[in-house]
């Protein structure tokens, strides 16, 4: 019964990490040809919005709306004010 038991804890803590890689592979699929640009920018580090502009070539305007597109959809987060970092 103890060894059921811990199956189904290990089982309810493991599945929605595993959805949840799964979404993310879905939704890195799914992007956009801007949108890949600036995820492959960003990383751990955090970069400012003048970094990513400056490696992605991007107008800033188009790098506003594709930041907040992957902030949006679980990829990239705001670690500070106007710095990114990839999730």
């Known amino acids: 019964l103890d060894d059921l038991l811990s199956r ?18 879905t939704a890195i699929a799914g992007l956009d040809d801007n949108e890949k640009r600036v995820y492959a920018a960003l990383g751990k580090n955090p970069l400012s919005t003048e970094e990513i502009r400056m490696t992605t070539n991007l107008p800033v305007q188009t790098l506003f709306v594709t930041l907040f597109s992957l902030t949006d959809k679980g990829l990239a987060a705001e670690a500070h004010k106007s710095h990114y970092i990839k999730l």
């Open 8 to 25: 189904d804890i290990f089982r309810e803590l493991c599945l929605p990490q595993k959805k949840r890689k799964r979404q993310k592979k």
